[in-house]
């Protein structure tokens, strides 16, 4: 699968290219020979191969510069781009180009304010490279704080739980306003609802979650209080892709912070929240700036 995106030149005029393959001798030499023809400067760039069965993992930030730039003006030279770094590597390729720029989000949230805070903040101050064009929840608590930072809110109900049909019209509103703004990525920001197997595949490795446990220990509800009743001595989060197999999906980001027997379930979940609203945000920046390579269950993360 390979891929141009974000067809508009950015003001920095940066490329992002990414390249994932099975492993063969003389990668790194093939690309870097496409890109330097075309008279494309590797600013930075990281490499790693997967041992078993070898597989090569490639990102790249690249400019053009003096009479060189009009081999980025996007799309056609761009599609030749891809189509040239195609024919250089082995069968099966997945090839992404993207200008670096600020893709659109939509996040989804409950009643909890502290992950949406985090993002809504960064991106007011300009530190999340990306832009959050709406917050849509199944209830209203939230409204008064997205409303603050000048974001579209939209509630969108579900329904009494067990109602027939209200997890249908719940994700009908929701796919209703995804197909207004079309979006590079959902983030749910404690959105303590699961989403159905169809709603999940069509939008594969493009929704981000926060767990609010250090996976795979405690998945599920309440993993605050099944740490508790375990006698953890350090509690975390975790951010992944969501998937249809509930809290399994590729593990992006994870942290933790110490506990003591002193710690009540109460205040477990209020010192875990600090850790949620980071985890959340440092996986949502690695994923919006081309950070993040899915293989298989596992992701390969460039920091």
């Known amino acids: 699968m390979s891929g141009v995106y974000g067809e508009s030149r950015p003001h920095d005029d940066r490329l992002v290219v990414r390249v994932d393959c099975p492993d063969e001798v003389g990668l790194i030499h093939r690309i870097t020979g496409v890109l330097g023809s075309r008279g494309l400067n590797i600013e930075r760039n990281q490499e790693f191969v997967d041992s078993s069965p070898p597989h090569f993992f490639f990102r790249a930030e690249v400019t053009a510069a003096g009479s060189a730039k009009d081999v980025s003006t996007a799309p056609g030279p761009l ?94 509103g929701l796919q209703e306003l995804l197909a207004r ?55 975390g989060a975790t951010a992944h892709f969501v998937t249809a197999d509930l809290d399994e999906g590729p593990i992006i980001a994870q942290d933790v912070i110490p506990v003591d027997h002193g710690f009540t379930a109460q205040r477990m979940a209020q010192a875990g929240r600090d850790v949620e609203k980071i985890v959340l945000a440092r996986a949502v920046r690695l994923v919006l700036e081309d950070r993040v390579f899915v293989h298989g269950r596992r992701t390969i993360v460039f920091e």
């Not at 180009?97 to 409950?110: D, G, K, M, N, Y």
């Not at 709603?199 to 795979?216: C, D, G, M, T, Y």
């Open 79 to 172: 599609v030749d781009l891809e189509r040239e770094l195609a024919a250089a590597l082995p069968p099966g390729a997945t090839i992404r180009l993207r200008w670096s720029r600020r893709p659109e989000v939509i996040v989804f949230a409950t009643k909890e304010p502290h992950c949406l805070g985090e993002l809504l903040l960064l991106d007011a101050c300009g530190e999340l490279p990306g832009r959050i064009v709406a917050v849509a929840s199944n209830h209203p608590a939230l409204a008064p704080l997205v409303e603050r930072f000048g974001v579209p809110f939209y509630e969108v109900p579900h329904g009494r739980p067990g109602e027939a049909g209200s997890m249908a019209r719940h994700e009908a």
């Open 181 to 235: 703004h079309a979006p590079e990525l959902i983030v749910l920001a404690r959105y303590m609802r699961v989403l159905s197997r169809e709603f999940v595949e069509a939008w594969p490795q493009r929704i981000v979650n926060i767990h609010h446990s250090f996976l795979p220990a405690f998945a599920g509800a309440e993993p605050y209080r099944q740490a508790f009743e375990r006698g953890v001595k350090i509690i």
